[in-house]
């Protein structure tokens, strides 16, 4: 199979044909370092599928199922990913710059290390994946709890002024309930004057 794989990547890219007949091998496709560029691989069911390295640069993956999949150093520049499900898949350090993944399904895929491209957007786009369930394991400056932090301070001063106002306010039922107390005794010790005229 690798020699049958370098002949292909040294004439031409795979076809859809192709890829389908390794599928059909069996379960896990081995594609590992492959040529797809500009494939179309729409609606292909790819998961566990090893494309470890492959060329998937400008490829129609439109509703492919790419679920578990290892797509690690794969480029996927200009691939189109719309619908495709990347459930539980591994890209990590995979070239993901012009891909749009506004309508692919990224929960639980690993996206840690992937090159989305300019740097100045690339953290806002994290955070939207994150939020959408990608994963991201290398240390960045994503904002898990953005908007929480953002009014942390607020928070705390109303807290704060609350936590103090109700303190005030038992204070002074307290005391208004001792002077009711106080009165009451002073109007029971008072004897009755009944039977004066």
Same mark, same amino acid.
């Given at each position: 199979?690798p020699?049958q794989?370098?002949?292909?990547n040294?004439?031409t890219?795979?076809t859809?044909?192709?890829?389908v007949?390794l599928?059909?091998?069996?379960g896990?496709a ?7 560029h500009g494939?179309?691989?729409s609606?292909?069911y790819l998961c566990? =599928? %090893?494309l470890?390295?492959a060329? *998937?640069?400008?490829?129609d993956? @439109? #509703? !492919?199922? +790419? $679920?578990c /999949?290892?797509l ?7 691939a189109?990913l719309?619908w495709a499900?990347l459930y539980?898949?591994f890209?990590?350090? =995979? %070239?993901?710059?012009g891909t749009? *993944?506004?309508?692919t399904d990224v @929960? #639980? !895929?690993d +996206? $840690?290390? /992937?090159?989305?491209g ?6 806002q786009?994290?955070h939207?994946l994150?939020r ?9 400056s994503?904002?898990?709890a953005?908007?929480?932090?953002e009014?942390? #301070? ?5 807290f ?12 002074g039922?307290?005391?208004l ?5 106080k009165?009451?005794?002073?109007l029971?010790r008072v ?7």
């Amino acid at each position: 199979m690798p020699a049958q794989r370098k002949t292909t990547n040294a004439n031409t890219a795979m076809t859809r044909r192709d890829v389908v007949r390794l599928l059909q091998k069996g379960g896990g496709a081995d594609l590992s370092k492959t040529d797809l560029h500009g494939a179309d691989l729409s609606g292909t069911y790819l998961c566990w =599928a %090893d494309l470890h390295g492959a060329n *998937l640069r400008e490829a129609d993956l @439109r #509703g !492919a199922d +790419l $679920s578990c /999949a290892d797509l690690r150093e794969t480029d996927l520049r200009g691939a189109n990913l719309d619908w495709a499900i990347l459930y539980g898949a591994f890209l990590g350090r =995979a %070239d993901l710059r012009g891909t749009s *993944l506004d309508k692919t399904d990224v @929960r #639980g !895929a690993d +996206l $840690s290390w /992937a090159c989305f491209g300019e740097a100045s957007d690339d953290e806002q786009l994290k955070h939207q994946l994150w939020r959408r369930g990608a994963i991201f394991r290398e240390t960045t400056s994503v904002r898990v709890a953005g908007r929480f932090l953002e009014g942390a #301070g607020g928070f705390a001063l109303g807290f704060l002024l609350m936590s103090v106002a109700g303190f005030l306010c038992l204070v002074g039922l307290r005391l208004l309930f001792s002077r009711w107390l106080k009165r009451n005794r002073e109007l029971a010790r008072v004897p009755s004057r009944s039977g004066c005229v």
